[in-house]
């Protein structure tokens, strides 16, 4: 349901896009955005834009990572610039469909972008950067 392009390996301060669509059927509603997995890391939430195009970015990547939302396509990208190595992982798209989805995840007086906790994912791609 969730179709994943891009990543792929770069050296340090290059650029990678990413791009994640939504198939099979048309939202009009949603929250959708990336997070990663490194080996021996725990999951990050990195970036997510809500239903009214608002975005949240990870403190990790602001700054240097872009989300773009096309509606009409059901489509979201992200433009990762000056990357590090320590952007190395696996980035999944994942998306919520409830019109009441929410962009943070908050516990204990520490909030997280939510894409962690988004039931709809794509397959992963792998970013590496050296």
């Known amino acids: 349901q969730l179709v994943e392009s891009g990543g792929g390996s770069v050296q340090a301060g290059g650029a990678l896009r990413l791009s994640c669509a939504i198939s099979?059927?048309?939202?009009?509603?949603?929250?959708m955005g990336w997070f990663r997995q490194a080996p021996g890391k725990e999951r990050e939430g990195v970036v997510v834009v809500d239903n009214d195009g608002a975005s949240t970015y990870a403190d990790s990547v602001r700054g240097r990572f872009t989300i773009s939302k096309d509606n009409g396509n059901n489509r979201i990208e992200l433009r990762m610039t000056s990357l590090k190595p320590e952007d190395t992982a696996m980035y999944v798209c994942a998306a919520d469909l409830d019109p009441f989805c929410t962009s943070t995840y908050c516990s204990g007086g520490h909030c997280r972008v939510g894409t962690t906790e988004y039931p709809y994912r794509g397959q992963g791609t792998q970013v590496t950067v050296s």
């Open positions: 099979g059927y048309t939202w009009t509603s949603y929250c």
